[in-house]
C-alpha cells in the first residue's frame, strides 16, 4: 500500500514551498522504490474563507487516515482580527493537539556556505549542530484556565508527570545517537511547574546513565546559544520555552527560511518549515524552499525509516548551497541568486549527481 501524505499547504508562500517539497518528495521516492500518495487540503486562512473554519472536520479526518502530514504556513494580515479560535494559528495548535504531536523537533545545523549570513561572528557558530527538542501539546498554551476581562488577563501553565516523561525520553534517545548530551531548559528558580519539570528530567535520567544532564534557565540559555551555540547537543524544554528557543536557533543559522522541524506523536507526524507565510513575497516565486524541503527528508528519517534518503537530500542542499546558489533571503551580489522553483530543480540536480557518484564509489563529502 502507498504511503499516504496529506498536503496543508495553508497560507501565503506555504503553497509555493509546499509545492517544492512535493517535487523532491517525489523525486526521492521513485528512486528508492517507496510508493506515496499525496491530497491537498486546506488549511489555515484559506480554509476559513471558504468554510468558515480554519480546520475543517473532513481535514482533521484526512489527517488522522494519513502516514505523515506536510504543512506548508499558516496565518497572515487578513485574519489577525478574528476571534482566537478562529484564527489560523488556532488551527495549528488544534491539529497538533488532536494528532497527539507531543514532541516538536527543530535541527539547528550551520551549513558551511552560509556561515556569513548570520549575524554572529563565524567563529561563534561555525561548527553549531544542535536539536531542540520542544514540548508541544501541553504547558502554558493549553493550560485552563485562560482568558482576560478589563482589569486583568491570565494563563495557567500545567505538565502532568506522563507529558514530561514522554518528550524527555525521546530528548534521550537522539542523544545516545549524537553527542550524548542533553540540556533541559526551565525556569526552576521562579516556577513551580519548572521544579516539577526538573524534578521528573532527573528522574527519566537515571535510566540513561551514559548521557550528561544539564538543567539551564530558560533566560541563560538563550544567552548561551549567542554566546556558544556549540556547547549544545540536544535542548529538551517546555511548549513556550521552546518556542522562543528555536526561534532564537533559527537566527544563528542566517535564516528561518532554512530550518525544517518534525512534530511527532505516538500514531501520527507532521513535517513544517519553521518559517511563517510571508504574505508581503507571497506568488513572486522567490521564496526560500530549503526548510520545506528538508523537512521532507525528516519525514523520510522519521516516518519512512529510510536515512540514507533523508541523508542524501541534505547532501543535495548543502551541496547547492556551495555552489552557490542562494534564494534572495540568503543571497547576496556575489551569489547566484535563483527563485523558489529554480532552487528546486537544482537541489534535484544535486541530489542525482551526489546519488550516481554514491553508486559508482567516487562520492565525496
Known amino acids: 500500500m502507498p504511503q499516504k501524505i496529506i498536503l496543508l499547504p495553508g497560507d501565503g508562500i506555504g503553497p509555493e514551498v509546499t509545492e517544492a517539497a512535493v517535487s523532491v518528495l517525489t523525486y526521492v521516492a521513485n ?11 486546506l488549511f489555515g486562512g484559506v480554509s476559513y474563507d471558504k468554510f468558515g473554519t480554519p480546520l475543517t472536520q473532513e481535514t482533521l479526518q484526512a489527517c488522522y487516515d494519513s502516514d505523515a502530514v506536510l504543512l506548508g504556513a499558516v496565518g497572515g494580515y487578513k485574519w489577525e482580527t478574528l476571534p482566537h479560535h478562529l484564527k489560523p494559528e488556532a488551527a495549528l495548535l488544534k491539529l497538533r ?30 561548527g553549531t549542530d544542535f ?4 514540548e508541544l501539546t501541553g504547558g502554558i498554551y493549553f493550560g485552563e484556565p485562560r482568558g482576560y476581562d478589563e482589569d486583568k488577563g491570565w494563563n495557567t501553565m500545567i505538565y502532568t508527570k ?9 530528548a534521550f534517545e537522539a542523544a545516545s545517537k549524537r553527542k550524548h548530551v542533553v540540556t533541559s531548559v526551565d525556569k526552576a528558580n521562579v516556577l513551580e511547574c519548572s521544579q516539577f519539570w526538573r524534578k521528573v528530567v532527573e528522574e527519566v535520567a537515571n535510566n540513561y546513565p551514559t548521557i550528561e544532564l544539564k538543567n539551564m534557565y530558560v533566560d541563560n540559555a538563550a544567552m548561551q546559544i549567542v554566546r556558544d551555540p556549540k556547547q ?16 532564537i536557533s533559527g537566527m544563528i543559522t542566517g535564516s528561518l527560511g532554512m530550518l525544517p522541524s518534525a512534530s511527532l506523536g505516538s500514531s501520527y507526524a507532521l513535517y513544517e518549515p519553521v518559517h511563517g507565510s510571508a504574505p508581503d513575497i507571497c506568488g513572486q516565486n522567490i521564496a526560500n524552499p530549503i526548510a520545506s524541503i528538508a523537512s521532507v527528508a525528516m519525514m523520510f528519517e522519521h516516518t519512512f525509516d529510510m536515512h540514507k534518503a533523508a541523508e542524501l537530500i ?52
Not at 506522563?162 to 525521546?170: A, L, N, Y
Open 31 to 41: 528512486k528508492f522504490n517507496v510508493d506515496i500518495s499525496t491530497k491537498e487540503k
Open 97 to 126: 493537539k488532536s494528532l497527539g504531536l507531543f514532541t516538536n523537533i527543530r535541527p539547528a545545523r550551520v551549513y558551511p556556505a552560509l556561515i556569513d549570513s548570520s549575524s554572529l561572528k563565524k567563529e561563534v557558530i561555525k
Open 131 to 134: 536539536i531542540v527538542f520542544r
Open 162 to 170: 506522563f507529558e514530561i516523561e514522554r518528550i524527555t525520553r525521546m
Open 232 to 247: 549544545f547537543d540536544v535542548i529538551l524544554t517546555s511548549n513556550l520555552f521552546g518556542d522562543i528557543i528555536s526561534d
Open 314 to 365: 541534505f547532501n543535495a542542499i548543502e551541496r547547492t548551497l556551495d555552489e552557490g546558489y542562494r534564494t534572495a533571503d540568503i543571497g547576496n551580489e556575489e551569489n547566484n541568486i535563483v527563485g523558489t522553483t529554480e532552487m528546486t530543480k537544482i537541489i534535484i540536480q544535486k541530489f542525482e549527481e551526489i546519488y550516481n557518484e554514491q553508486a559508482l564509489g567516487v562520492f565525496t563529502l
